[in-house]
């Protein structure tokens, strides 16, 4: 049984980056995925590959002994770790899945649920959104077992001393790092609470430990939610709740590739590991952290950076 089986797992800031990375790696460990962003058209390539993986996952399981036993297991098939280049075709539905530039094997998806996965408009600077997005994926899947916080301004931020820093994007990038996380939790911990149980996991940054000048507005705000996943972990301790945040390290996403000159190579001297970081780097924990193996870990931030800063 895959250690995500059956659970309804809502990422948000899924249309590309590691949000779609992340769904991917939760969809090949059994999950139900609701994706949301600002922008339906944005999403609905990544669930219509989702959809696709787990329908074939679900035909393969119930054609028979030989289907049966093909059943897909680690390490079994190969599904792209980042959505470039990713095309659904339109004749048969079934993702082309091309092998992304850096991408390592993963696992092939599993969830065999009768639910499936859901693209939901949701924009987390926004309560009324954020309000009826989670309405939405409830209604729609039955509840949320596990909520990954991953949305943020990142790529297209001004890079400029705090003094210069245009004081109406500081507010932007609070409200939207640290405020966002925050309405979204907010929205789902009463089911949560109600059964007891759910896993949170905020996306933090390394950048807290490295005190990346002339980004003070974002720093500032994964420090936040840093502290903000200490507070939520004691808060919802006493109902089953864990809490966790990881902290990436400078990752080959689409919007990093934007921020800096040589992005392939940027920093990669100074980590233990003398390679760029890629999604799959970092997928590997958001699941664990997402599934019951960490049901004893919380309030903790866990730093993904092949060993630039220690914590
Ligand atoms: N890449 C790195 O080096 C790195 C390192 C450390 C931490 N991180 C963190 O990892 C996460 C993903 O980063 P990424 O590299 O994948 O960048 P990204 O592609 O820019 O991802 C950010 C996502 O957040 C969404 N978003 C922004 N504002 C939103 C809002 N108000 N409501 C809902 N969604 C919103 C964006 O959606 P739209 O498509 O609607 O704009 C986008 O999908 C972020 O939290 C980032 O801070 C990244």
Known sequence: MSRLEG???LVTGSSGGLGAAFCRKLVAEGAVVAAAG?????????VAELKAWTAEARTRATCGPAGASARPSAGSAAIPASGAGTEVSAATGTAAAPAAAGSRIATAPAALASADHLAVELDIGSWESVQAGVRQVEAALGRIDVLVNNAAAYGDLTRAPFWELPIDEWDRVLATNLRGPMLVSRAVV????????????????????SGSANWAHYVASKGG?????????????????????????????????????????????????????????????????????????????????GGRQFN
């Open 38 to 46: 600002r922008s339906l058209p944005r999403l609905e390539p990544l």
């Open 225 to 305: 939610l840093i502290g903000l996943t200490r507070v939520m972990a004691k808060e919802l301790g006493p109902d089953g709740i864990c809490v966790n945040a990881v902290a990436p390290g400078f990752t080959l996403t689409a919007a990093s590739l934007d921020l800096v000159p040589g992005a392939e190579s940027y920093g990669v001297d100074r980590g233990c590991l003398k390679r760029a970081q890629q999604p799959e780097d970092v997928v590997g924990l958001v699941a664990f952290l997402a599934s019951d193996e960490s049901g004893f870990i919380t309030g903790q931030t866990i730093i993904v950076d």
């Open 7 to 9: 659970k309804v797992c």
């Open 190 to 209: 009463p089911g949560m609470r109600a059964r007891r149980q759910g896993h949170i996991v905020n996306v933090a940054s390394a950048t807290f430990w």
